[in-house]
């Protein structure tokens, strides 16, 4: 009762918008419309406008998959595939599965693997009477941040060439885990070429400086879009009756143990930062410091700043 | 036919197998019964794995489907963890399972996650009922003691408790005849930390993107909830105690026995050693705290010296100070 009335005035405070309330009609985001995917499937509006998707809407099911398989990496990247359907300028995941490749980013070739059970996994799946198709791949970054990198975004940018529409999820299992909130970005490129017409604004996170480079340089060809999540009402009823069980687990588990090394990683790469910041400062002129010196000081300050927010 | 299980296992479950088994439940659901808005030649159509419809048409009063699937986890000695599920392809009314299909799910599942095997089977509905043992039956072979989950789909907002069960079957010798019949087991929740999180992103619907200070309002509001969870249930267990000090509540000696050998494990750690690492880990999450407020500080700072200059700039404008328009 008291957790009902905490989430309320919470909500409340926060003007929580787009709370999918849990009555029997919105459980119809569940439904799979056969005509009306076949019809926008041949439409294809998403082919002018590199822009065209705007949000996307993961189940609670997807989701708590996801994070666990991405979890359950540890400190190795993993992948898998997401299951859903489209619904004018949103992407709805329903499902997600792992596909069973691990590696590091420079093995482009993990999809050829992982086609073959892709496909036995979408065969069985269509017997088993699931209609939605593949829309989409996830990965993880364990540690460093939700963007994508070089090789994400080639791959990307092959797959929205040949298997529209489809979007790349990427998620950050340690950070969740340490910081309490799930870290996920969901992502789609644009085409060669195209430049984006309004610069987009991006929730600033901080990347370790050994990626740093390669976030710069790809940062510009890909957008991120809006998630919200939506849940049945049986999920709701469910989620409800299971934080009866696991309050405990609230109380007794410490981001501190579980994440010490993380933690310790951080606080080396903020170092190093700062000392890069120092030697920036020593090896230029100590004159009236320009303008643009002041910025490369308040950007790597910044990005510690927020970093241990 | 339920009866309290006595084969001693301890079971774990994880909450992804519950959301798994309401997930397959609403689709098949909402499969069935579509909006009025929609035409009755698409339902037709689209009608497929359902056990129990036989008219596939607008009808929004049907019973509600029951679907069958397999759970899949580890066992370690007495205790099952159950952590994952995927559907079967099941026909009641001929009683045949799928057979290549649950293979082949099983093969992949390998792949992906090679320590689960075959725990057992779920459905959805109020009781165990006799058919179901047919299930159970066929799964045998696969698990010699297989695990049968039950989900209620009914929603009843009085209900506290999670309408999942579990049974075991057992080898009852009734009138005479061996047979086996479903016993009720308990079981835990068990979660990881990842699954903990994203359950309660969900189930409370966390803001993902948004400011600081509304993720840490988000996380207090969850501790703070959990604390008066636990300041609830000690008060229940207090009053139960001066109930049966005042005499007004029978005296049960075995609760009596777990509630003191509860109070005796406080405090848990008095070593000296704790102290130490404890007060290590202290200082240093203060020490980080501080760096923190220092980075803080001085950006601020860098902000109000480039507010003077620009505000003050002796070089663009005319003049000493000007008013900063």
């Known amino acids: ?309 | 036919m339920a009866s309290s299980s006595s084969s001693g296992l301890t079971f774990k479950l994880h909450p992804l197998v519950i959301v798994n088994i309401s997930d397959h439940y609403t689709r098949v659901k909402s499969q069935l019964n579509l909006p009025p808005s929609l035409t009755s030649t698409s339902s037709a159509a689209t009608s497929n794995n359902n056990n129990n419809n036989s008219n596939g048409g607008e009808n929004n009063q049907q019973k509600p489907p029951r679907v069958y699937g397999c759970v899949i986890g580890v066992q370690r000695g007495r205790t099952v963890e159950i952590f994952n599920s995927f559907e079967l392809i099941y026909d009641p009314s001929t009683r045949s399972l799928d057979r290549s299909f649950l293979e082949k799910k099983q093969e992949l599942y390998k792949k992906v996650f090679p320590h689960f095997y075959v725990l057992g089977w779920y459905s959805t509905g109020s009781d165990a009922q006799e058919s179901d043992m047919h299930f159970h039956k066929a799964l045998m072979d696969i698990n010699e003691s297989p695990l049968y989950v039950l989900l209620n789909p009914a929603i009843n907002p009085a209900q506290k408790d999670l309408p999942v069960t579990i049974y075991e079957s057992e080898l009852h010798v009734i009138d005479g005849v061996p047979q086996l019949i479903f016993v009720r087991s308990s079981y835990t929740i068990e979660t990881v930390e990842a699954e903990r999180i994203s359950v309660d992103h969900v189930a409370h619907l966390k803001p993902s993107g948004g400011s600081a200070a509304t993720q840490l309002a988000a996380q207090l509001t969850g501790i703070h909830s959990a604390i008066k969870m636990l300041n609830s249930r000690i008060r229940v267990v207090h009053q139960y105690l001066v109930g049966m000090q005042k005499g007004d509540i029978p005296c049960e000696s075995s609760l009596l026995r777990q509630v003191s050998s509860l109070l005796r494990r406080l405090p848990a750690i008095e070593s000296e050693k704790f102290q130490d690492d404890f007060l290590m880990e202290y200082n240093d999450t203060l020490l980080i705290t501080y760096l923190a407020m220092f980075t803080n500080c001085s950006s601020t700072m860098n902000e109000l010296v480039d507010k003077f200059n620009t505000a003050y700039d002796r070089h663009s404008r005319r003049g000493g100070r000007t008013a900063f328009i």
């Not at chain 1, 082919?47 to 994070?67: Q, Y």
């Not at chain 1, 963007?147 to 298997?163: A, E, P």
């Not at chain 1, 050994?210 to 989620?239: P, R, T």
């Open chain 1, 1 to 309: 009762m008291d957790s009902a009335i905490a989430q309320k005035t919470w909500e409340l405070e926060n003007n929580i918008l787009a709370v999918e309330a849990p009555d029997p009609s919105s459980d119809f985001i569940f439904y799979y419309d056969e005509v009306a995917q076949a019809m926008s499937l041949k439409a294809k509006p998403w082919a002018n406008d590199p822009h065209f998707f705007k949000r996307v809407k993961i189940s609670a099911l997807a989701l708590l998959k996801m994070v666990i398989h991405a979890r359950s990496g540890g400190t190795i990247e993993v992948m898998g595939l997401m299951i859903g359907k489209t619904d004018g300028d949103a992407i709805i995941v329903m499902d997600a599965f792992a596909l069973p490749v691990e590696g590091t980013e420079t093995r482009v070739n993990a999809q050829a693997d992982a086609y073959e059970y892709m496909v036995d996994y979408s065969q069985t799946n269509k017997q088993a009477g699931r209609l939605e198709n593949v829309v989409g791949w996830y990965h993880s970054h364990p540690g460093y941040g939700c963007w994508l990198s070089g090789i994400d975004v080639s791959t990307q940018m092959l797959n929205q060439q040949f298997q529209e529409p489809f979007l790349a999820v990427v998620i950050d299992p340690t950070r969740t885990v340490s910081s309490g909130k799930v870290y996920i970005g969901a992502f789609r490129t644009y085409p060669e070429g195209y430049k984006p017409t309004d610069d987009p604004i991006s929730e600033y996170q901080t990347i370790p400086l050994n990626k740093i480079e390669d976030f710069g340089v790809h940062c510009k060809q890909y957008y991120a879009l809006n998630i919200s999540y939506f849940k049945s009402s049986l999920d709701c009823h469910l989620l409800d009756l299971l934080w009866n069980k696991y309050w405990v687990n609230t109380l007794s588990s410490s981001p501190l143990l579980g994440n010490g090394d993380y933690v310790a990683g951080q606080l080396s790469d903020l170092a190093e930062k700062l000392e890069q910041a120092e030697n920036h400062l020593t090896h230029s002129r100590i004159g009236p410091l320009g303008t643009s010196r002041k910025k490369v000081i308040k950007d790597i300050l910044f990005n510690s700043v927020r970093q241990s927010k």
